[in-house]
């Protein structure tokens, strides 16, 4: 099956700093990638579509200037918490379809865990 | 946009007993439905999927129907082990969206 990758799978850091996490389809292409958060003991919630070339389309109550995503290849997605503080300590995890006719399965990455001093 | 509702929360059968949860969707148009299985600490593994064209799929120990009228799926754990112990999640989408997924089922399997 098609491989995604993320990148790091654990990271500490302090409040105010930034963090990016890295999401590559490793032997496809991904025209779209999905990213999840998830908070301890509760469901994969639906942050954003990153679409390769242009803008993402966050979801309700997710803010586009607090998470930045950049898809500047058909490879690679990104995700960086700017001014990160303890209230976005929590399980990212990045998805994407193959390109062209879509199938319906997506590929979910490992997963970044964030931990917020 | 789609809503997926799972039930039960929580499961707990003994070594050998079926287990089964339960989705509803509310999007008519989604066509695709996975299951998936979440260990502590990692991302979700996709145990099996079924397309709205069928309504039915088994491998091995595993099975998931769909009944497209009353738009609900489920899945089904037979001669259940221990090692089956973990978090499930039920998802839906049609194609260009994201997945949607359930709140999730806590299975355990005592032996």
């Known amino acids: 099956g098609a491989v995604v990758s993320q990148h790091p799978s654990r990271v500490i850091c302090k409040s105010g700093t930034s963090v990016k996490i890295e999401c590559r389809s490793l032997?496809?292409?991904?025209?779209?990638m999905f990213w999840y958060r998830q908070f301890p003991k509760q469901s994969l919630m639906l942050m954003a579509t990153?679409?390769?070339?242009?803008?993402?389309?966050?979801e309700q109550g997710v803010e586009k200037d607090k998470f930045l995503i950049n898809h500047a290849s058909l490879t690679l997605s990104t995700l960086t918490v700017t001014s990160a503080h303890p209230e976005d300590s929590s399980f990212y995890i990045c998805?994407?379809?193959?390109?062209?006719?879509?199938?319906?399965?997506?590929?979910f990455g490992e997963g970044s865990r964030l931990t917020v001093l | 946009g789609e809503n997926v509702e799972q039930h039960p929360s929580t499961l707990s059968v003994q070594e050998g007993d079926s287990a089964v949860i339960k989705c509803t969707y509310s999007d008519s148009a989604s066509n695709y439905f996975p299951w998936y299985k979440q260990e502590l600490g990692k991302g979700p593994q996709l145990i099996i999927d079924?397309?709205?064209?069928?309504g039915e799929k088994k491998d091995q120990r595993i099975a998931v129907t769909l009944n497209k009228t009353a738009k609900h799926f489920s899945l089904h754990i037979t001669e259940t082990q221990p090692e089956d112990s973990a978090v499930y999640f039920c998802?839906?989408?049609?194609?260009?969206?994201?997945?949607?997924f359930g709140k999730g089922t806590t299975l355990s399997v005592s032996s």
């Open positions: 998805s994407a379809g193959r390109g062209g006719a879509d199938t319906g399965e997506l590929f």
């Open positions: 032997d496809f292409q991904a025209t779209t």
């Open positions: 990153s679409n390769e070339g242009s803008k993402a389309t966050y």
């Open positions: 998802a839906a989408r049609r194609a260009g969206t994201a997945l949607i």
């Open positions: 079924i397309r709205s064209n069928v």
